[in-house]
């Protein structure tokens, strides 16, 4: 198994001096992630992520996760709009799997227990899943962990930056469909911005998503990604009224709409 540096090793402060410039705005505000990623569900929805988040902690039921939110750009630049060269690592999972099967996602899983924290674990899963070297990764800051309901996984996401993460493709096609280092200016688009819920039962519970050329970002990564431009004030306005099912958005992929 790879080794992890041991300065990598534990929950990291936000690092603000080895970060560029216009990731700064992000990494002063990570600690606003979580609320904003809040901000976008209706009480009912918190109440009972709450509820259900808590009975699993009690019953030993959850799993600790951590996933890899790897911006790569220049190192130089201002504290304002990002430089049009920069890009987010993502992923598409593979329809096998038995969580989140055929999402788009970050780089990530399950804690195992040689993992000495949540950068270890996001790290190794990273390398894993899309062959990205660790040694030219910087982490900078962990976010307070999220509870993801319907897989029970407590997530801990932890940002980094690479100036060159080298090249990424797909180490294993049972685990990972897509590997792609999205351009920044994708999900800044607000052409490309929409809302989806997964069903009728659950409409008024529709969270931030992306349509991109290759794929659907949406659930625990678009409202992720969502909360991350509101907090780094890089977001755009956006038509929030532009509500569809999930499966009407995935129809919809590959169409032209997005990655402009």
């Known amino acids: 198994?790879?080794?992890?540096?041991?300065?990598?090793?534990?929950?990291?402060?936000?690092d603000a001096e080895a970060s560029p410039p216009w990731l700064r705005p992000l990494v002063d505000n990570l600690h606003r992630v979580p609320a904003a990623f809040r901000s976008r569900l209706p009480a009912d929805a918190l109440a009972w992520m709450a509820a259900a988040g808590a009975r699993a902690r009690v019953s030993g039921a959850s799993r600790d996760a951590a996933v890899l939110m790897l911006f790569s750009g220049p190192h130089t630049g201002t504290a304002g709009a990002p430089p049009a060269d920069v890009d987010l690592l993502v992923t598409v999972r593979a329809d096998s799997l038995r969580h989140h099967a055929g999402q788009a996602a970050f780089p990530g899983g399950a804690t195992d227990a040689e993992d000495s924290g949540p950068v270890a674990t996001a790290l190794r899963e990273a390398r894993e899943e899309t062959g990205v070297d660790p040694q030219r990764l910087r982490p900078l800051a962990t976010v307070e962990r999220l509870y993801i309901a319907p897989s029970g996984f407590h997530v801990v996401p932890v940002l980094a930056y690479s100036p060159d993460p080298g090249p990424v493709s797909v180490v294993d096609t049972a685990e990972t469909a897509i590997v792609s280092r999205v351009p920044l200016s994708a999900f800044l688009n607000p052409q490309n911005r929409l809302m989806v819920y997964r069903d009728a039962r659950t409409r008024r519970w529709a969270g931030p998503a992306f349509l991109l050329n290759e794929m659907l970002v949406w659930g625990f990564t678009g409202?992720?990604?969502?909360?991350?431009?509101?907090?780094?004030?890089?977001?755009?306005?956006?038509d929030t009224t532009d509500v569809r099912a999930l499966d009407e958005a995935m129809t919809l992929v590959g169409e032209g709409r997005g990655r402009r």
């Open 1 to 14: 198994m790879h080794r992890v540096p041991a300065a990598f090793r534990s929950r990291l402060p936000a």
């Open 223 to 238: 409202q992720v990604i969502s909360a991350m431009l509101d907090v780094a004030g890089w977001a755009r306005p956006w």
